[in-house]
């Protein structure tokens, strides 16, 4: 990534709405959410490039961070003005579709990128002259369907996908003119997904993020940084489809690591010292594994079944 490139996170916190996946409720779901930034920060600094994390709260994350003796993370606070409907799940997520229509304005830079705070930015990532996205349809289409999921997303969109695609929302680049192409999309999509969020599949910023690359792939490339290795989404637990393994994603420059908060959570304190970050995941999620290989899946059965175990290698 050259140094032009200004790289952001969202944590958005609504103690109303405080209902975030995969921290256990006796975790501080702030402070994990604080560390893992942090982490995203000093692997970003180490490769030259500025991170910043955005907020609607920028005093009570300031606390937060003197409280975890963190001084190196940049916080800036954004006035949200979306309406997301109370209680929907991953609601506080749905403001990085705002963060597109703030970036479109070029006041965060001409050229950036929105990533997902439990990630690991291990590599530095190619800029493309193309709006950057991350496509995983091979990881959803398995759980739901592609009939079912191209139908929402035609719903969104108001109109046929015939090569109907699902992209990750920890992920997207590119330069402040892409991203006001791809806010309008979004900004058409919002209200269809509103009115029809008692009927979608799926709830949640990639719903909408989706429809809109669907959009705006029909007049305008979207480079796949996953085709390309560059970016990868890895579960240390059950899924519905057969991922890759470990070993075959841990090059990518950019590892999202959904179910692991409060492992990347550990690394700014630890820093990894006794082992480069990588083997030191693996070490975790062996741990886990065993665990899992002695306690049965809960409902193995059935149709929509999480049934494939994860592998590192």
């Not at 496509?135 to 079912?148: A, H, L, M, N, W």
């Not at 979207?222 to 519905?240: L, N």
């Not at 070993?247 to 908060?261: E, F, G, I, S």
Request: proline content about 5%; hydrophobic content about 40%; overall charge positive.
């Amino acid at each position: 990534m050259p140094p032009e490139v200004k790289i952001y996170g969202l944590l958005y916190f609504d103690p109303e709405n405080d209902r975030h996946v995969n921290i256990s409720s006796r975790q501080k779901t702030i402070d994990i959410y604080l560390l893992c930034a942090a982490n995203c920060s000093r692997l970003l600094r180490d490769l030259g490039v500025s991170f910043t994390l955005i907020t609607n709260n920028r005093t009570l994350l300031t606390e937060r961070l003197l409280s975890l003796s963190i001084s190196s993370l940049q916080v800036l606070e954004y006035r949200f003005t979306l309406s997301v409907p109370a209680g929907v799940p991953f609601y506080s997520a749905h403001f990085k579709l705002e963060l597109c229509n703030a970036f479109a304005s070029g006041d965060f830079g001409k050229y950036v990128a929105l990533i997902d705070i439990d990630t690991l930015p291990l590599r530095s990532l190619p800029v493309s002259e193309h709006l950057s996205a991350y496509e995983i349809s091979d990881q959803i289409f398995p759980r739901y369907g592609r009939d079912v999921v191209v139908r929402d997303l035609e719903i969104l969109a108001g109109k046929g996908l015939p090569d109907g695609r699902w992209y990750g929302g920890e992920f997207v680049m590119g330069s402040a003119d892409q991203f006001r192409v791809l806010a309008e999309f979004i900004n058409e999509c919002w209200p269809r997904y509103v009115a029809n969020i008692g009927a979608v599949h799926h709830l949640g910023d990639e719903m909408v993020l989706s429809a809109a690359l669907n959009l705006y792939s029909e007049k305008h490339r979207v480079a796949d940084y996953g085709a390309s290795g560059h970016v990868a989404r890895w579960w240390s637990s059950r899924t519905f489809n057969k991922q890759a393994t470990f070993k075959d994603v841990r090059n990518a420059a950019l590892l999202h690591l959904p179910a692991d908060k409060p492992f990347l959570a550990t690394l700014v304190r630890n820093g990894a010292n006794k082992f480069p970050i990588l083997d030191a995941y693996e070490r975790h999620v062996r741990s886990k594994l065993l665990l899992r290989s002695l306690i049965p899946a809960y409902g193995l059965l059935g149709r929509l079944a999480k049934r494939f175990m994860p592998r590192l290698s």
